[in-house]
């Protein structure tokens, strides 16, 4: 067992380093609202630091979680970063997404410290956080990656590493340029079949068995029917990780039509009120439509 610190307790951090205590591991977590961090000593067993540097110190492993490239930049530098207070040869595993820019800056700023920097965004949702049966996609060094493979396993389906520093991120794009182009045909699928006067659930029970079935159909078919969306990642956070996307892509030459226009359609939504409603909201747009 390890002593690990957490670093950021939203929806994904809090349940992820309950997964680790629930293992065993020694767990601090830090959190930037100190309510959420003594909520979480509540509920597991480990201890609460009111700084990164606090939370870090002695630890052999830092897993964090937080909302973007500035988010991830400002628990990391300065006198009260994680990297001032980590001991010499320790691992920081980042689960937040993030570009790769920053993921190659701050794994060259952890090596200059004596520190190892595996980037592991994780792909799930909440649920897969809670259950612990998140995909984490992973790049660094091997030996780091190694290292840090059993603890993240803590809450972990499948973890793999996909290459060197930055690679994990650039994976974990691939992933939400997939989901952005299938959360929209399905969107459109169900919206037809409405105008069509069908079932939606018939509809539903015969086309998943086939070419047509995914996770989302199957998880999310139900409550887009109803109009519902608070069961997932936020349109905010999927709009921030699709600039991500566009930009790398504007950066490599890959071409992203459909990305760009689900992006856009994902700013519909926002403008509909819709910023904290789930992925699945696309469907709204298209019934605003008419």
Excluded at 2 to 10: D, E, R, W
Excluded at 129 to 149: D, H, I, K, Q
Excluded at 206 to 226: F, L, P
């Amino acid at each position: 067992m390890a002593k690990v610190a957490f670093l950021g307790l939203g929806v994904m951090g809090f349940p992820m380093a309950g997964h680790l205590a629930a293992k065993g591991h020694e767990v601090t977590v830090y959190n930037r609202t100190a309510a959420k961090a003594e909520a979480w000593v509540r509920h597991h067993k480990g201890e609460w630091a009111a700084t990164p540097a606090d939370a870090v110190r002695d630890c052999d492993f830092v897993m964090a979680c937080v909302g973007n490239d500035d988010d991830l930049r400002a628990i990391c530098l300065g006198e009260n970063g994680a990297f001032a207070g980590m001991k010499p040869g320790a691992i920081f595993v980042d689960h937040t997404t993030v570009s790769a820019a920053v993921t190659r800056e701050l794994e060259a700023e952890a090596r200059a410290c004596g520190l190892a920097f595996v980037d592991a965004p994780v792909s799930g949702g909440q649920a897969g956080a809670e259950n612990g049966v998140l995909s984490v996609m992973c790049g660094g060094e091997v030996g780091a990656y190694l290292a840090a493979e059993p603890v993240i396993e803590s809450y972990a389906k499948i973890c793999r590493r996909l290459g060197d520093s930055g690679a994990g991120q650039l994976t974990k794009m691939c992933n939400q340029i997939a989901i952005a182009g299938l959360v929209q045909g399905l969107a459109e699928s169900l919206h037809f079949a409405e105008k069509a006067g069908l079932s939606i659930s018939d509809v539903v029970e015969v086309i998943s068995q086939g070419a047509a079935g995914s996770w989302q159909m199957a998880n999310r078919y139900k409550t887009m029917e109803e109009n519902r969306f608070d069961f997932g990642f936020a349109v905010d956070w999927m709009r921030k990780d699709l600039g991500i996307c566009l930009s790398t892509a504007n950066d490599n030459g890959a071409s992203l039509p459909v990305t760009a226009l689900v992006d856009q359609f994902y700013k519909d939504v926002q403008k509909l009120g819709g910023a904290r409603w789930d992925t699945s909201s696309l469907i709204a747009r298209l019934r605003h439509l008419g």
